[in-house]
T-cell receptor, first 120, second 109 residues
Framework: SAVISQKPSRDICQRGTSLTIQCQVDSQVTMMFWYRQQPGQSLTLIATANQGSEATYESGFVIDKFPISRPNLTFSTLTVSNMSPEDSSIYLC?????????????????FGPGTRLTVT | AQRVTQPEKLLSVFKGAPVELKCNYSYSGSPELFWYVQYSRQRLQLLLRHISRESIKGFTADLNKGETSFHLKKPFAQEEDSAMYYCALIEPGGFKTIFGAGTRLFVKA
């Protein structure tokens, strides 16, 4: 299993500013994933953060708006830049861990508690 | 395009009644299907996956490839089942999860 923590848990920010969200995992993982959950909507993958290489962004998300750092195998940050009210969301960090005892070679996805961002 | 559809935003049932949360998917291939649950003030967590064919907390889900559905069922709902439920799929061998919009289940006493 994996235990994921995020900081901050919530914040209220003014438009035009930036916020950096931290994600810490208690195990070493190759990939860390950042999701966004806008009010009343489902989770949408923003990007995949790989240690030692550039993050891979999904369609509709760009590095200038959501720069990501991945300095080691247990930590990542996501910055929401030049914020607008449309960026008000819950941002979640996620990892996959191999389920070694299920005999299926499968992985389980774990999520952080989320960072609730409100942009005024 | 890959898509997961949960047609019901809210499902309200009485305790002891059967419950079925619907999920349909669009994918040209054989994806892995999952149900995730988020209880109040808790983080999102895996409930069950189709490949393990197990029952978790009394819930089961059968993958119907012909109907491209993966409905979640429980014969007798309990109040503690009240939560947000998300259906999701992942491409085989991949790690990109596509989530449905979620269904909020409310079990009334």
């Amino acid at each position: 299993s994996a235990v994921i923590s995020q900081k901050p848990s919530r914040d209220i920010c003014q438009r035009g500013t930036s916020l950096t969200i931290q994600c810490q995992v208690d195990s070493q993982v190759t990939m860390m994933f950042w999701y966004r959950q806008q009010p009343g909507q489902s989770l949408t993958l923003i990007a995949t953060a790989n240690q030692g290489s550039e993050a891979t962004y999904e369609s509709g998300f760009v590095i200038d708006k959501f720069p990501i750092s991945r300095p080691n195998l247990t930590f990542s940050t996501l910055t929401v830049s030049n914020m607008s009210p449309e960026d008000s969301s819950i941002y979640l960090c996620s990892v996959f861990m191999a389920e070694l005892d299920d005999g299926l070679g499968s992985y389980e996805q774990y999520f952080g508690p989320g960072t609730r961002l409100t942009v005024t | 395009a890959q898509r997961v559809t949960q047609p019901e935003k809210l499902l309200s049932v009485f305790k002891g009644a059967p419950v079925e949360l619907k999920c349909n998917y669009s994918y040209s291939g054989s994806p892995e299907l999952f149900w995730y649950v988020q209880y109040s003030r808790q983080r999102l967590q895996l409930l069950l996956r189709h490949i393990s064919r197990e029952s978790i907390k009394g819930f089961t889900a059968d993958l119907n490839k012909g109907e491209t559905s993966f409905h979640l069922k429980k014969p007798f709902a309990q109040e503690e089942d009240s939560a947000m439920y998300y259906c999701a799929l992942i491409e085989p061998g991949g790690f990109k999860t596509i989530f449905g919009a979620g269904t909020r289940l409310f079990v009334k006493a």
